[in-house]
């Protein structure tokens, strides 16, 4: 199980959607004031915190547990790239609604700007590992069709 390639990419993915949960998105800028946006909440100026934006945190977590759950469906190939394209649209929809946040932020704020974070690429990076592991996945269940047909 280990010794496979997507494994490693499946776990790759789930580490990196850890860190992800964990980290700030990015910052809001208004005239006067910083307000830092987590997958988890508005940390606003005053101290409060918003939970608005709390449907990141419950993406990452879905894409993080379903790697991890896919990473151990290694006897069922098909079902482990069809949780794969799940997991990837998942995180495509991770984008849409960090979009919708980010565009429709909270009422306190007026005229504002928005500086991403380093992390926002991470979803990427994800995406790309998954594509990679249904590759590779891929290859296994051609591999295994080989051998059945020699028998």
């Known amino acids: 199980m280990i010794q496979r390639i997507q494994t490693v990419y499946l776990l790759v993915v789930a580490i990196l959607m850890v860190v992800m949960m964990s980290v700030p998105v990015g910052?809001?800028?208004?005239?006067?004031?910083?307000?830092?946006?987590t997958n988890l909440s508005y940390l606003l100026p005053d101290g409060a915190v918003n939970y608005t934006p709390w449907a990141l945190f419950v993406i990452l977590v879905v894409v993080a547990v379903m790697a991890l759950v896919t990473i151990f469906l290694y006897r069922k190939r098909m079902l482990q790239i069809r949780l794969t394209i799940f997991n990837t649209i998942v995180l495509v929809g991770y984008y849409l609604v960090l979009a919708y946040f980010v565009v429709n932020p909270d009422k306190a704020f007026d005229d504002y700007s928005f500086m991403p974070s380093?992390?926002?690429c991470l979803p990427l990076v994800s995406i790309i590992l998954n594509w990679l592991a249904i590759r590779a996945i891929g290859k296994d269940e051609m591999l295994v069709k080989a051998y059945e047909r020699l028998r």
């Open 27 to 37: 910052s809001f800028y208004t005239d006067k004031n910083i307000c830092e946006m």
């Open 118 to 120: 380093w992390t926002v």
